[in-house]
C-alpha cells in the first residue's frame, strides 16, 4: 500500500504498523509466542497518536514526537509527570513540591510562579489544556499514554506551548464487557499506593469507569530533634467516567477528577555553619563555605505545609457527518493550593524565614472542531475560548528575632530592635515580650483571563510520496490583572507596641511608633510607593502562529521531513513588580530530519536537527547583591541548535533494547541582566547532553504464567556555567556542595504475570544508583541573616507490587 492510501486508510479509522518518531520512547512490542515455543523476532507495535489533532501513525507525523506507554509508566512506577521527564530526553521538570512544578523542554522554561506569567511547555489531558502553576501537575488516573511534542506547537495546541506541548491521553469506558484491576504497592517508608478501576458496560452502546488512587508514605528525612517526618506523601484522586453512543454516528463522553493533597512541605536543610549565639552567621553568606547537605542533619521550626484540592470536569461529544466529524470538547477546572517551605534550614528562630504561596484558580473551556478528509487533503479547522479566574498571595514570614538578626546585620539597630525594647520594658516592670513574635509581608494578586482562538491546519498529499502541510492559528489574549501589597502584618507585636506607645514609654526612648512599623522583604522602589494601594492594569495581545512542513517518503521505510513552526507564550504582568508587563514570548523553530525502519533486523533509528530563536523571554528572579533581596524582573533573547536520536531494535520474542538522546546548545543571544552583566553569547544553563537507554526481556512459561524484566537508565548532563551563575546560586560549586551538576537514574523492576493475566507480582526499584541532588536553594535569607537552606531529591526507593485483573 502506498503512504498516501496508507494515510487515507488511517483517517477512516484503520492503523497499520509504524515506527517511533524522532526521539521516540520504546513502543510497546507485540509480541507472539509460536507453536514451536522458540523465541523468533517480531514486528515493532502500532501506535496511533493525536499529535496533529487528527488519529495517525506515529510514522506519519512529522513533529519530533516521543510516546511514554502505559508499559513504561508501569516500568519506572511513575506517580505523575516528574517520575518520567528523566527518560524523555530534553525535558526537565521539578515536581518535588507538587503545588509549583516547573517545566523545561529543549531548554525553554518559565522561570516565573506568579499568576500573570503563562507556562512555556503546556500540558493537556484528553485535549484539554491543565492550565498553571498548581493545578498541573496531578497524579496519574487510568493514563493510556503521554505524547511529548518537542518544538513550539502554536499553530496546533494554540497558547503557552513556546517549548512543546504534553499530550496525556487517559483510558475511556468500553462497553464491549465489565472489567477490574487494582495494584497495591508496598515500598521502603512505609510507602502504600493502592490503584483501583471498575468498567462497567450497562449497554452494548454505554458504559461506566470508576478509578480511585490513594498514596501515602513517611518520607525519607526526619527532624534530628524531634524525630518528625518531613517529607511525607498524603495524597487521594478519583475518576468517574460513562460514555455512550447516539444512534450511529454521535459519542458523548463526560469525566470527573477530584485530588486532595495533604502533606508537609519540601524539606529544608542548613547548608552553612551556625556558630552559637552571641555569634551569628556571616551575613551575607559566603558560597565558598557551604556544607555538605547530605552530611548536616534536618532541623525546621516552621509549620511548613502543603495541600490541594481540585476538581475537573470534562464533555466530549463526538458527531459524524459524513462529510467530516464534528467535536465539541467543553471543560472545567477549579482547585485551591497551598504551599510553605522553610527558607533557612535551621530551628533557630533568630534566623527563621519561610516562604508561602497560595492560590486559587477557575477555568473553563470550549473548542469546537471540524475534521475531514478527502483523496487529496486531510483538513483540520475549528475555535475555541478560554476563560480563567485566579488570585494568588506570595507571602514572606518571620519572626521579630529574625528581624532583629536582620536589623543587626545591616547596622540598623546594632543587637536588633525588638529583644532589647523588650529587655529595657521589662526592667521597669513592664510585662511586654516582643520576642517570637510572627512577622507577615506579602503581595496579593488577581487575574481574569479570557483567550479566543481560530484554526486550521490541512495535509495535501501531492502524490503517492510528497505531503505539504500547512497550519495557521490566530489567538486574542484578554488580561486583566491587579497588584496589592500593604505593610507587614504583625498582629502580636502592634498590640504590645501599642501598649508601649500608651503609656508613654516610646516617647521616654526616644523611639516613635512609625520606625517600629517596616518592611523587609517587598522594598523595590514600585512596591515601597504602592503599599496599601489596590493597581490594575488591563492589556490585550493578538498573534498569529504559522506552521509550514514537507515530508516526503524516499521509499516504504524512509521518510524525510523539513519543519518551519511559530509558538508563543501570551503577553501578561509580573505578579511580584508593580506596573511591570510584557508582550508575547515568540520562538520560530526550524527542524530537520528522517525516520528509517529495517524491518528485516527489526531495527528503526530515527534523527532530526533544530534550530530555534526564543525572544522576548521573561524571567523572575531573586536579586541577591542589593543589602535586602528583592524580586526583578530580566528579558532575554535566545537561540539554540540541537539534535534529537533514537534507535530501537527488538532483537527476539523476548528481548528489546532502545536508545534516545539530545544534544543542544542554548545561548542568550542579547541579555544584560538587572546588576548591568553582559551575557550575550554566553550559556544559558541548559544541558548539552541527555539521554537514556533501556532493555526488556520476557520469559514466556506457557501456563506458568510470564516474568518480564526492564531496566531503564538515565542521564541528564551538568549546567552550562555563565556570568550570572555565581550570584544566583545557580550553576557550579559552592563549597561542599554543587548546583546543577550531572545527574543519572537507574530504575528496575521484575514482575510475575499469572497465564490468565489475572494475577500479579513484582519487584522493583527507582534511583537504584540512590543519587541524591540539589533540587534548589532557599536563599531569601542569604544576605540579611547568613543562611541558606537546600532542598535535595529523592534518594533510593523500592518496593513489592501486587496486582489483580479481571
Known amino acids: 500500500m502506498s503512504p498516501r492510501k496508507s494515510r487515507l486508510a488511517i483517517s477512516l479509522g484503520r492503523a497499520l504498523s509504524g515506527l517511533a518518531f524522532t526521539a521516540a520512547m520504546p513502543l510497546a512490542m507485540a509480541q507472539q509466542t509460536p507453536a514451536t515455543g522458540a523465541q523468533t523476532a517480531v514486528q515493532l507495535d502500532t501506535i496511533t497518536v493525536t499529535a496533529q489533532s487528527r488519529e495517525q501513525e506515529l510514522q506519519d507525523v512529522p513533529i519530533a514526537l516521543q510516546v511514554v506507554t502505559e ?11 516528574g517520575d518520567i521527564d528523566s527518560f524523555v530526553p530534553g525535558l526537565q521538570i521539578n515536581s518535588l513540591q507538587p503545588t509549583q512544578p516547573s517545566f523545561q523542554l529543549r531548554g525553554i522554561a518559565t522561570d516565573d510562579f506568579g499568576i500573570g506569567t503563562d507556562p512555556a511547555v503546556g500540558v493537556y489531558v484528553d485535549g484539554v489544556y491543565a492550565g498553571r502553576g498548581g493545578g498541573v501537575l496531578l497524579p496519574f488516573t487510568d493514563v493510556q499514554r503521554i505524547e511529548v511534542l518537542k518544538g513550539p506547537q502554536g499553530t496546533l495546541f494554540g497558547r503557552n506551548t513556546a517549548a512543546g506541548a504534553i499530550s496525556i491521553i487517559t483510558n475511556r469506558p468500553d462497553a464491549s464487557g465489565n472489567a477490574a484491576r487494582g495494584k497495591l504497592r508496598l515500598g521502603n517508608d512505609n510507602k502504600t499506593y493502592f490503584e483501583g478501576m471498575a468498567n462497567v458496560a450497562v449497554s452494548d452502546d454505554s458504559a461506566f469507569r470508576f478509578n480511585g488512587i490513594f498514596n501515602t508514605s513517611d518520607g525519607w528525612v526526619r527532624d534530628a530533634v524531634t524525630g518528625e517526618d518531613l517529607a511525607p506523601q498524603d495524597n487521594w484522586a478519583t475518576r468517574a467516567a460513562f460514555q455512550t453512543r447516539f444512534g450511529d454516528n454521535t459519542r458523548a463522553y463526560i469525566a470527573w477528577d477530584h485530588e486532595n493533597l495533604d502533606q508537609r512541605g519540601q524539606a529544608t536543610v542548613g547548608v552553612v555553619p551556625v556558630p552559637a549565639l552571641p555569634a551569628l552567621p556571616t551575613a551575607p553568606a559566603d558560597p565558598d563555605s557551604f556544607l555538605d547537605p547530605l552530611s548536616q542533619p534536618y532541623m525546621t521550626d516552621a509549620p511548613d505545609a502543603e495541600w490541594r484540592t481540585f476538581d475537573g470536569a470534562t464533555l466530549i461529544v463526538d458527531h459524524n457527518f459524513g462529510w467530516g466529524s464534528l467535536t465539541s470538547t467543553t471543560a472545567w477546572h477549579d482547585y485551591d493550593s497551598l504551599n510553605r517551605v522553610e527558607e533557612d534550614g535551621t530551628n533557630r528562630s533568630y534566623l527563621y524565614v519561610d516562604s508561602t504561596n497560595t492560590e486559587s484558580n477557575t477555568n473553563f473551556y470550549q473548542e469546537f472542531k471540524f475534521t475531514g478528509s478527502t483523496d487529496r487533503v486531510d483538513w483540520v479547522a475549528g475555535a475555541s475560548y478560554f476563560q480563567e479566574e ?10 521579630t ?14 543587637g536588633g530592635l525588638f529583644g532589647p525594647l523588650t529587655a529595657v520594658a521589662n526592667m521597669f516592670d513592664i510585662p511586654v515580650d516582643l520576642t517570637g513574635l510572627p512577622w507577615n509581608e506579602k503581595f496579593v494578586n488577581t487575574l481574569d483571563t479570557k483567550a479566543y482562538a481560530a484554526f486550521g491546519d490541512a495535509i495535501w498529499h501531492v502524490n503517492d510520496k510528497l505531503n505539504l502541510t500547512f497550519g495557521l492559528r490566530y489567538t486574542r489574549d484578554e488580561k486583566d490583572f491587579t497588584w496589592f501589597n500593604d505593610l507587614r502584618s504583625a498582629p502580636e507585636l502592634d498590640a504590645q507596641l501599642a501598649l508601649l506607645d500608651r503609656i508613654g514609654f516610646l516617647d521616654a526612648i526616644g523611639v516613635p511608633l512609625e520606625s517600629l512599623v517596616f518592611d523587609v522583604a517587598f522594598i523595590d522602589p514600585p512596591a515601597v510607593m504602592n503599599k496599601g494601594v489596590l493597581n490594575r492594569a488591563k492589556k490585550s495581545w493578538d498573534d498569529w502562529s504559522p506552521r509550514f512542513v514537507v515530508d516526503y517518503h524516499f521509499t516504504d521505510d524512509l521518510m524525510g521531513f523539513a519543519s518551519l513552526a511559530k509558538g508563543y507564550k501570551a503577553g501578561g504582568f509580573n505578579a511580584l513588580q508593580i506596573g511591570s508587563e510584557f508582550e508575547n514570548e515568540d520562538v520560530w523553530n526550524f527542524e530537520s530530519g528522517f525516520k528509517h525502519s529495517l524491518p528485516e533486523y527489526r531495527l528503526a533509528y530515527n534523527a532530526s536537527v533544530f534550530y530555534y530563536a526564543y525572544d522576548n523571554r521573561q524571567a523572575v528572579t531573586l536579586d541577591m547583591t542589593t543589602e535586602i533581596p528583592r524580586f526583578v524582573v530580566n528579558t532575554s533573547d535566545q537561540e539554540a541548535w540541537g539534535v534529537d536520536f533514537d534507535v530501537r531494535w527488538q532483537a527476539t520474542d523476548g528481548l528489546g533494547f532502545d536508545f534516545n538522546a539530545e544534544y543542544l546548545d542554548s545561548t542568550y543571544k542579547k541579555y544584560v541582566n538587572p546588576q548591568g552583566v553582559d551575557l550575550g553569547g554566553q550559556p544559558t544553563g541548559a544541558p548539552e547532553w541527555s539521554f537514556a537507554g533501556g532493555v526488556n526481556y520476557v520469559w514466556r512459561m506457557a501456563d506458568a504464567g510470564d516474568v518480564r524484566a526492564a531496566m531503564r537508565y538515565a542521564y541528564v548532563g551538568g549546567c552550562r556555567s555563565n556570568d550570572e551563575s555565581v550570584s544566583v546560586l545557580g550553576c557550579g560549586r559552592f563549597g561542599q556542595v554543587e548546583a546543577g551538576e550531572a545527574q543519572e537514574l537507574l530504575d528496575a523492576r521484575i514482575g510475575w504475570t499469572s497465564a490468565a493475566g489475572h494475577w ?4 522493583y526499584g527507582n534511583n537504584l544508583l540512590d543519587n541524591q541532588y540539589v533540587n534548589t536553594f532557599g536563599t531569601y535569607g542569604m544576605t540579611v541573616l547568613g543562611t541558606v537552606g537546600a532542598r535535595m531529591t529523592q534518594p533510593r526507593t523500592y518496593g513489592v507490587e501486587l496486582s489483580a485483573n479481571f
Not at 508499559?71 to 509527570?81: C, G, H, M
Not at 485566579?390 to 519572626?399: F, G, I, P
Open 390 to 399: 485566579a488570585d494568588q498571595t506570595s507571602e514572606v514570614n518571620a519572626l
Open 401 to 414: 528575632d529574625s528581624v532583629d538578626t536582620i536589623a543587626n546585620n545591616l547596622g540598623l539597630a546594632p
Open 760 to 763: 500479579g507480582v513484582a519487584v
Open 71 to 81: 508499559q513504561l509508566l508501569d516500568d519506572v512506577a511513575a506517580e505523575n509527570l
